[in-house]
């Protein structure tokens, strides 16, 4: 099942891997200047981005730590990750394949492990926090930024039933645009991960990514068949779902919905 979803993973995203270079949700999001001050990294530092996809994380942290390793299971991403690190003259970063669950190097080899909008795309996340958990040093730090699924804040007055229905509804919407789609859980169950895996929580924030519809489903070369029934799923799909998505029209007539996205810093305490 995993070697499937590695596969697919390989086979959309090397497809995508120039759109993604030049997104504006990935290359400048709200989010990627906000996790680098959370992070605070340090000079010192040796680093890693999981699943760097283009290398905006990579190339944002690079200048900021003595080291960085940008690495993806995707070949076509690494190509794109080395194209901007050469563009900035940044130096100090390395490409290297790999998959979130299985790092390719010992035991507390980094003061960093960091991983944006990527984690929705792996097979187990557990899997994921541990093998971040393994190659980092005592003390050292991770930083995650990812799309969540909604929770009891988000969908107030929904009961628990519903808000479990909300989540699927939310991850079956995503998997139907990018079939290499894992699942995106509530912000809570990354918090649960985090703590049960040796981690202590030292940042923890949520914000909205406001996206146009037209360019969400045109990053992955979606058939018509599936933009229509996407939209139709945004404007009149499940009750719940809409109030987390809030699709709305702009004057244009274009679609718009927002997205919830989560920060978390974690420390390793042992």
Known sequence: MADDATASVQSQF????????TSSVHA??????????LTAPQKTWAAIDVATGAGHTAAI????????IASDITDEMLLEAAKLANARRIANIMTVPAAADALPFPDESFDLVCCRLAAHHFPDLRAFVRESCR????????????NVAPDAARIPGASETEITACVADYNSLEK????SHGFAPPPEVWIDLLTSNGFKIAAHEQMEKELDFASWVARMR???????ELERILTAGPAHLRTFLKPRRDDKGALHFTLQELLLVADKQS
């Open 135 to 146: 190659v980092l040093k005592k003390g050292g730090r991770f930083a995650l930024v990812d």
């Open 61 to 68: 942290f690079a200048p900021r730590v003595a080291s960085m």
């Open 14 to 21: 090397g497809r995508a891997a120039a759109d993604y270079a």
């Open 222 to 228: 979606c058939a018509p068949d599936v933009v229509a």
């Open 176 to 179: 139907l645009r990018d079939p």
């Open 28 to 37: 400048q999001g709200e989010s990627l200047a906000r996790i680098v001050e």
